[in-house]
Nanobody, 120 residues
Framework: QVHLVESGGGLVQPGGSLRLSCAASGSIFMLNHMGWYRQAPGKEREVVATITSGQNINYGDSVKGRFTISRDNAKNTVYLQMNSLKPEDTAVYYC??????????????WGQGTQVTGSS
């Protein structure tokens, strides 16, 4: 079984920065698609950024130029560097991994979520 553990959320003033991490553990054969999503109160979950095993990257329109996604395959970890944070970035952030476990079974797992709050 594959587990994801997120870290790095918190309270930050507008204009500040935070770095989120999400590490996968367990019987992993391959990690393909990794992504960050967020859900604000009363809103639907939206994509923040995604990165494939081939380093193809996509960002949500609202975070382009401010957030950067990256991955460390040796550590089975994906990162989200968030700069110039705005109050509207306040949400619970979730990581998502799509890959194959050691039995070559496909998994599509989510992290537990980490709160990011942009407020003075």
């Amino acid at each position: 079984q594959v587990h994801l553990v997120e870290s790095g959320g918190g309270l930050v003033q507008p204009g500040g920065s935070l770095r989120l991490s999400c590490a996968a553990s367990g019987s992993i054969f391959m990690l393909n698609h990794m992504g960050w999503y967020r859900q604000a109160p009363g809103k639907e979950r939206e994509v923040v950024a995604t990165i494939t095993s081939g380093q193809n990257i996509n960002y949500g329109d609202s975070v382009k130029g401010r957030f950067t996604i990256s991955r460390d395959n040796a550590k089975n970890t994906v990162y989200l560097q968030m700069n110039s944070l705005k109050p509207e970035d306040t949400a619970v952030y979730y990581c998502n991994f799509l890959g194959n476990d050691s039995s070559r079974v496909v998994f599509d797992n989510w992290g537990q979520g980490t709160q990011v709050t942009g407020s003075s």
